[in-house]
């Protein structure tokens, strides 16, 4: 794993109802990072080092996770996605950026460029399949061997994950960095230290759980805004080749109408860790063809 | 045990006996026609304690372990219907026992229906209580993801290899209570003292990782049912399928209908846990069916209420 070789300068911002904590590198056209579960803006580090010859590069964490507020509430896709303008447009002062997601984060991605068209210049969207375009819903369904997204549904059930997690989040969190990854060591001993430490933090466990119950919330809201018709920006999808595939450029395709993408070679879940250097050049080469 | 320590006739006694290399505890008692209590999960034999008295005048009862619960041992390998079929025969055999009928609960009552198709000479009638058989469409439908966790959950994440063993470690009183809690309608019927009883057998080494095998074989035993249906037919022996209505309910008998030709169906007024919420209403229709001469009809009806419960009759299979 490439550990970062820029500066990368750590901020918080009082936004609305929380306080948001990102990081920032480089200078140039902003590009926004936003991480998903069990992951914190520390995701990113390798690929926002790479990008930051040549663009400001933000990552934030989300609402409950890494080191901003541990919020009650405020968990559906809107809200979360209002969340990351309200810092990129009213806190930084951003008009028109680029948006790159990986995991959940990808759907947060998707609907701040639903709800706000003219301030996205393009969208990148990683390992992930939006809520409402039917992939996940279909990767939802019970199969043998636990090959099924078991975590999604059972993370949707109030308390329950909560109650038997707690105290045992490293073994878990490696449960995931490992068998969702196609090189089980790219998310090193370090790298789990810091999102262990983020998941453990008062209030992060629950707060991070609260994703998953409102996946069909996620799921409404992604409706209504391809309701008012697909998107017109570029957008990037990638899955890694061992878990989703092109199936992320599938469902994609099914909100967006010029999506570009496909599979990553030699990789699993954990695209900035596993495959930095893949996903820094299809995000330099995506970006340097935008208006 | 020599002569003079031999319990008398028709009391209860405990005793082992290994079963496929596994050594499977049971509790006997009672005189009259054998009946075969099985138990489901995460419950172990002692869940027919309230029953067993109201059935022993009647009944010589058999109520074993499963492998992975209560006192039995756990086991390696397989626990899927076909193996507890096997089992199950086996363990009738060792106890010299020819023929049975079966009150199951839960996946009890699955293995009995497996054991009655696999081994029908050995299977009189079969009552079912609360469950829906892998394989019949209903459980899957159920086990497909939900807002506000109102689907069987457990059944899914229980299905998934190392992880949940994993989570549910140490942490096995709050889990078994919170599913003993959510699937009753009466919340206090199986009661603090059974839950801790539940829990500290799961705890055994090997217990819990047997135990939650059987959720893993859902798939197979699904396969099983439906291979079973097409090669031999529906189950010959009648069938009661009682359904706790704050639970499974009328899918019991949806679920059973499946499976066999004769099928009568009951919806008590309770949760998931029939013979703890309900066990002397419970014992007077196992009564009632099994000594009837005619089962498909007899009618499980209302001649005692010492549980406070009153069944509502919910039709039967035409």
Known sequence: MTEPTVEITHHTARVKDIRLHYTVAGEGPPVVLLHGWPHTAHGWRAVQCQLAGHHEVIAVDIRGAGYSTKAETGYDADNLADDIHALVRGHLGHDRVVLAGHDWGAVWAYHYAAQHRDEVRGLACFEMMIPGTGGHEAGMIPKPNGAFFWHMGWHSVPDIPEALISGKERMYLSYYYENFAYDPTAVDLAALDEYVHCMTLIGALRAGLKIYPEFWTHAEQAKAHLARGRLEMPVLAYGGEALMGTRCRESMEQLALNVTGGSIPRCGHWVAEERPDFVADVLLKFMAGLD | ?318
């Open chain 2, 1 to 318: 045990m020599t002569q003079a320590d031999a319990p008398p006739v028709g009391a209860p006694h405990h005793a082992t006996v290994v079963v496929n290399g596994v050594r499977w505890h049971y509790v006997r008692a009672g005189a009259g026609p054998t009946v075969l209590l099985l138990h489901g999960w995460p419950q172990d034999s002692s869940e027919w304690n309230q029953v067993l008295a109201h059935l022993t005048p009647t009944f010589d009862i058999v109520a074993p372990d499963l492998p992975g619960s209560g006192s039995s041992g756990p086991a390696v390998g397989a626990r899927d219907t076909t193996t507890l079929a096997r089992e199950l025969a086996q363990f009738l055999d060792l106890l010299g026992i020819a023929r049975v009928d079966i009150v199951g609960h839960d996946w009890g009552s699955v293995w009995g229906q497996s054991l009655a198709a696999d081994r029908p000479e050995r299977v009189g009638r079969l009552i079912a209580l609360d469950m829906m058989v892998p394989g019949t469409g209903h459980h899957e439908a159920g086990m497909v993801p939900a807002a506000d966790g109102a689907w069987f959950w457990h059944m899914a994440f229980q299905s998934v290899p190392a992880v949940p063993e994993a989570l549910i470690r140490g942490r096995e009183t709050a889990y078994v209570a919170e599913n003993i809690t959510t699937y009753s309608a009466d919340p206090t019927a199986v009661g603090p003292a059974a839950i801790r009883r539940y829990a500290e057998r799961m705890r055994r080494p090997g217990a819990l990782r047997t135990s939650l095998r059987t959720y893993q074989e859902f798939f197979d035993d699904a396969d099983q049912v439906q291979q079973r249906l097409h090669d031999t037919g529906p189950l010959t022996c009648p069938v009661l399928a009682i359904g706790g209505e704050a639970c499974v309910g009328a899918r019991t008998g949806n679920s059973f209908r499946r499976l066999a030709h004769d099928v009568t169906e009951v919806i008590l007024p309770t949760g998931h846990w029939i013979p703890e919420e309900a066990p002397g209403r419970l014992a007077a229709m196992v009564r009632e069916f099994l000594c009837s001469d005619d089962p498909s009809t007899a009618a499980p009806s209302p001649d005692r209420h010492d549980d406070g419960v009153a069944p509502s009759r919910n039709g039967r299979n035409p």
